[in-house]
């Protein structure tokens, strides 16, 4: 089976809930974490995208998240986006939880949307609870290594999950609800190897639905899916897309 198979699954098997990780986003330029060029490749996550490393040494968290703000502030959505966009308008797809933090979603037109690891949308001070837009943080950041607070000095952190945080509890409990009521649970480049998202298939299977995905790598449920299909996100959910609407 290829597009025109998953069009079909996607037709025949409503509510269509879609989840989707870093791989989505690979062909608007950035990069994903576990792939072999991925971002894990080259940097440590314990030691700069844990809680612990940020409470330690924020400057230093910031040396790897300010070029990383910089190049998801640029990218565009991609047609993997756009289309998931184009479903959901058409009554197809339910709603989309991303672990992504890029708003690629959100820009594309998605609106059923679930950040699960939150997002770059925002930035808050841990002494004082201090917010600030992305726009704010991005200025700051062309005269500062890392963004200071205004009230006390502190230095911000990004509203992103870190390892060692809890996930938002109404969007991770949101996420289990619509995957145990998904008819068709499709997963869009994501590796399906960080919890407690990586238990949302399993929700879906338990619940008498099926799985879809769409990887270009291996991933664990690889052989309890209805249907893999080891292809670009982009090319394929497009032909999905202009298949059904
Ligand atoms: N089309 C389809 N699949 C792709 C594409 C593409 N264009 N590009 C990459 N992929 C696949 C990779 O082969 C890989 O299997 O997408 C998957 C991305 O997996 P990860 O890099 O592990 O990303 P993700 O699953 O989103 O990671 C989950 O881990 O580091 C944390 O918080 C971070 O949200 C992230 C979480």
């Not at 879609?18 to 940097?43: K, M, Y």
């Not at 609106?111 to 699960?116: C, D, F, K, Q, W």
Request: proline letters at 7%; glycine letters at 6%.
């Amino acid at each position: 089976m290829d597009a025109s198979g998953l069009a079909r699954l996607v037709r025949a098997n409503q509510p269509c809930v879609v989840l989707t990780g870093a791989g989505i986003s690979t062909e608007s330029g950035i990069p994903d974490f576990r792939s072999p060029t991925g971002i894990w490749a080259e940097f440590d996550p314990a030691d700069y995208a844990s809680l612990a490393a940020f409470r330690a040494d924020p400057a230093k968290v910031w040396r790897f998240y300010k070029p990383r703000i910089a190049m998801l502030t640029e990218a565009e959505p991609n047609a993997a986006h756009l289309a998931l966009a184009i479903l959901e308008q058409a009554g197809l797809v339910e709603a989309v939880v991303t672990q992504n933090v890029d708003l690629l979603h959100e820009r594309a037109g998605s609106r059923n949307l679930v950040e699960v690891h939150r997002s770059i949308r925002t930035a808050t001070c841990p002494a004082c609870g201090s917010s600030y837009p992305r726009d704010v943080v991005v200025a700051r950041l062309e005269h500062a290594d890392a963004p200071p607070c205004d009230n006390c000095d502190a230095i911000l952190k990004p509203d992103v999950v870190f390892f060692g945080e809890l996930l938002p509890a109404a969007a991770i409990e949101r996420a289990f609800e619509l995957a145990r009521r998904a008819r068709l649970l499709l997963v869009v480049g994501s590796s399906l190897e960080v919890h407690p998202v990586a238990a949302l298939p399993e929700e879906t299977l338990l619940a008498g639905g099926r799985l879809a995905i769409v990887d270009k790598g291996p991933t664990p449920y690889d052989r309890r899916a209805e249907l893999k299909l080891e292809g670009n996100a982009a090319e394929i959910l497009g032909a999905v897309a202009d298949e059904l609407v």
